[in-house]
């Protein structure tokens, strides 16, 4: 199609147009193991609609992955998951979803370029899974909080316990959310915000 004298030439969605209030965006990442609602909480919360790369799991994955726990997912991601919030009129969010299963993890290095922060999502039923994500981010310099997913069936910890599980230092923050609530998912973001802000105030922010 010759689109240069064409009146239909495709573009965004309204919807989807970046506010013309915003002043400044931030590339937020949102990491965990596999299956801990990583898609899930780019899905609930983004304003525009999501772009996902999921595909069918196939046999092909058995005995190369680590999916237990999670044995009636179907699908996972294989490069990122993106979208996009508006926390205020000038400030906005993009969030890139890294793929879970470790044979994906060399596309890491490229989601994590420019970020100025990342949410580890974590699964109480499997809390190994996050011990390798949180030193990736550690041998970073990624600053991050950790959100703790509201599975129904999974357990419940007091806080300070899983900050001793995880090897955490006071500061960095731990929130339980539901990555499937927009509202939840919102704060989780807030208390990142917040947090790299106290992190630019003292100066430990670069």
Sequence with gaps: MDFKNSDTI???RSEDRLPQTAQAAVKIVI???FGVGKTTMVGSVSEIRPLT???TMTQAGIGVDDNFGSDTKTATT???DFGR???TEKLVLYLFGTPGQERFWFLWNGLFEGALGAVVLIDTRRLEVSFDVIGRLEERGV??????NSFPDAPRYPIEELRQALDLPPEIPIVEC???RRASSRDTLMTLMRFLHSLAMTGALT
């Design 178 to 180: 539901d990555a499937r």
């Design 53 to 55: 790369t999921e595909e």
């Design 143 to 148: 600053p991050f909080v950790v959100a703790v």
């Design 78 to 80: 294989v490069a990122m």
């Design 85 to 87: 919030i508006s926390i």
């Design 10 to 12: 495709p573009g965004p």
């Design 31 to 33: 990491v965990g193991g």
